[in-house]
């Protein structure tokens, strides 16, 4: 396919910016005074000092999409904050997502090439790396050992680990383990996510947010997203589920199809849209995706999405807040951004007792998490006869999210982990 070109062959560190405007009075609403207050205190005290986030795509998967709202917002406080991005080569990125499976628990025979092209390409990475930061934050294991290729540094540095990495491949551990242990701090979303036997000077547990303001999440009137959902040629008189996500084996589209199909047999007119980016260091989602669009052939209740095919955000947004319920039926996951943007929209979830996930579900509603495709099938009907439910959940999801998943809680904890860093007692 010829999408599969978009990888860049050479290896090289960029800027990566957007122009998005961000007023920070419009959260003040959402999450009241005293934590925006907190906020532009933090930036004060943070005055001149220079951020630096790194990761390894610009385009699909949460930290991506979580960079390309959380920077402007940074520089809306006041702050130096810049995005740079790493590219490699297709075996650089097949290498590391081997590295972020075995993390994750999957097993790996490590080889002397994985390690080869692995090193290779983070100290071609580190020689490009402006030297003018104060603070750099670098995201997932695909860049976790350039700190070890700066050297001595003045700088003060972050590692900031996004998926479940309790139960790594030893080997693949120990590989990272002297890597990640030259950091000055480790952020881990959960304390159960602590990848084991590591020697840490510090360690924070934040999880990630979502922002309310951005094009995904902001309000749109429900006529306006049942229209455009019509308009993509789904019945809407018909029951319609929804997976958010990238297409990735721990994402279980595959579970997710057959719990539909389990429904269909109590409910015929069901329909099931798999919505889905393509993320530039995951080579492993264009099988998935052809596994996805086999089922999809024969299938006119199967909806398949794309950012391929143009859907971005605002179209995520439509569905979510058109459809009748949201599934997210992780296998092993880190946060589920989606899970919280669901919930944001008064949206029920069907999901996966997986990493992060659990922690956004409201009190009382821990009975809609699932672990097998016959618990999927069984909630998932379980709400679409009862939509009562339905509209309680969604309900208590929003104010669960808002108390605990909104972006300036997310500033406020990194902002107070730099200070402590730079400024230490």
Not at 157 to 179: A, E, G, M, T, Y
């Amino acid at each position: 396919m010829e999408k599969r070109r978009s990888i860049r062959p050479k290896i090289s560190v960029g800027r990566h910016a957007g122009a998005v405007s961000i007023n920070v009075d419009s959260y003040r609403p959402l999450v009241g005074d005293e934590l925006i207050d907190e906020l532009i205190m933090l930036a004060r005290e943070l005055s001149g000092v220079r951020i630096c986030h790194l990761n390894s795509t610009a385009l699909g998967g949460g930290v991506a999409e979580l960079l390309s709202r959380y920077l402007p917002l940074l520089q809306t406080f006041g702050l130096s904050a810049d995005w740079r991005i790493i590219h490699g080569t297709r075996e650089f990125f097949v290498v590391t997502k081997a590295f972020h499976n075995a993390l994750q628990g999957a097993q790996y025979d490590l080889t002397e090439a994985d390690r080869r092209i692995y090193l290779q390409a983070n100290e071609e990475s580190a020689k490009l790396i402006g030297r003018e930061y104060d603070v750099y934050i670098v995201h997932d294991p695909q860049s976790a050992a350039i700190r070890h290729f700066i050297g001595e540094n003045r700088a003060k540095w972050i590692w900031r680990c996004h998926i479940d990495s309790s139960s790594p491949d030893p080997n693949v551990s120990q590989f990272f383990k002297p890597f990640i242990e030259a950091y000055d701090a480790l952020v881990f979303t959960m304390p159960e996510f602590l990848l084991p036997g590591l020697q840490i000077k510090r360690v924070a547990f934040i999880p990630p947010a979502i922002d309310p303001l951005a094009t995904k999440n902001m309000e749109i009137p429900i006529e306006l997203c049942k229209r455009a959902i019509a308009d993509s040629g789904v019945d809407l008189t018909r029951p319609l589920l929804v997976q958010v996500s990238r297409f990735d084996p721990w994402k279980d589209p595959l579970g997710v199809i057959r719990a539909y199909r389990l429904v269909k047999e109590a409910v015929p007119g069901v329909q099931l849209a798999l919505i889905g980016g393509m993320a530039g260091d995951d080579p492993e989602g264009w099988h998935i995706l052809e596994q996805i669009e086999e089922e999809a052939a024969n299938d006119r209740d199967l909806y398949v999405f794309t950012n391929l095919a143009g859907v971005g955000s605002m179209e995520v947004n439509v569905f979510q807040r058109g459809c009748d319920l949201i599934i997210q039926k992780s296998i092993r996951e880190g946060f589920g951004l989606v899970v919280s943007e669901a919930l944001w929209k008064e949206k029920p979830v069907i999901a996966g007792r997986a990493g992060g996930i659990p922690m956004q579900f409201p009190e009382g509603y821990h009975r809609y998490l699932v672990d097998t495709v016959e618990e999927c099938a069984d909630r998932v009907l379980h709400l679409l006869k009862r939509p009562g439910d339905r509209g309680d959940f969604g309900r208590a999801g929003r104010e669960h999210v808002r108390k605990h998943f909104l972006f300036p809680r997310l500033l406020r904890n990194e902002l107070r982990l730099i200070k402590d860093l730079l400024h230490p007692g």
